[in-house]
């Protein structure tokens, strides 16, 4: 296992076109987050799933962004009409679930970085 | 609410000198999770260390130690001996137990360790 992966790593769009980011979790892992970094501060809380359920989201997450992991295995994340403040880095992480050792242990991946023009 | 504080945004030391990276956190919880994270200049997050709160005892592996004590609320990170594979942003971050949030991890703002030759 090579660890989360996402994809792309780098997009640039311009104000108000659609975007979709994609992260792939380590197979063994039910959890699976989505965090959101701009520059010069630390990462944000943007929603997380057990399994294919999405259990939490956050005040950040607006109308526009959706997350889905319909299968329970990659998850993806899409903002529409995008806006030049969602420009940041999107983290995906995943762990362990309950009951494991280390369970709250989140391995992330290197983020999607998302400039809007 | 939790709230992570890393008071020193930036550090700059030589190669050899030791540093402390400071973390100061709130929370409600009686049980949580303490956590240091590096991010290198390529982005992805490293874990480096979780501590229960029911656990003060201070951790050393190899060059970096951590010293927890809850009556100040606090979880400062110490590397002897810097190398300069050491620059990075280093994250301290704060989690409830499984069934408090979902593991969510709080971060704080992150301190930016320069280590020159």
């Known amino acids: 296992d090579t660890g989360v992966s996402q994809d792309p790593r780098h997009k640039i769009t311009k104000r108000g076109q659609n975007v979709t980011f994609r992260c792939d979790p380590i197979?063994?892992?039910?959890?699976l987050y989505w965090y959101r970094q701009t520059l010069g501060q630390g990462p944000e809380f943007l929603t997380y799933?057990?399994?294919?359920?999405?259990?939490?989201k956050s005040r950040l997450l607006s109308d526009r962004f959706s997350a889905e992991r319909p299968k329970g295995s990659f998850s993806t994340l899409e903002i529409q009409r995008t806006e030049q403040g969602d420009s940041a880095m999107y983290l995906c992480?995943?762990?362990?679930?309950?009951?494991?050792?280390?369970?709250?242990?989140?391995?992330f991946g290197a983020g999607s970085r998302l400039t809007v023009l | 609410a939790q709230k992570v504080t890393q008071a020193q945004t930036e550090i700059s030391v030589v190669e050899k000198e030791d540093v402390t990276l400071d973390c100061v956190y709130e929370?409600?919880?009686?049980?949580?999770?303490l956590f240091w994270y590096k991010q290198p200049p390529s982005g992805e997050l490293v874990f480096l260390i979780r501590?229960?709160?029911?656990?003060?005892q201070n951790e050393i592996s190899g060059r970096y130690s951590w010293n927890f004590q809850k009556s100040t609320s606090s979880f400062n990170f110490t590397i002897t001996a810097s190398q300069v594979v050491d620059s990075a942003v280093y994250f301290c971050?704060?989690?409830?137990?499984?069934?408090?949030?979902?593991?969510?991890?709080?971060f704080g703002g992150g301190t930016r360790l320069m280590v020159k030759p």
């Open positions: 501590r229960n709160s029911f656990d003060e």
């Open positions: 992480a995943s762990s362990l679930g309950q009951g494991a050792r280390g369970a709250n242990v989140l391995t």
């Open positions: 929370t409600r919880d009686t049980t949580y999770y």
């Open positions: 971050a704060l989690s409830g137990t499984y069934y408090n949030a979902g593991n969510m991890l709080t």
């Open positions: 799933f057990q399994n294919e359920a999405q259990l939490e």
């Open positions: 197979s063994e892992h039910n959890r």
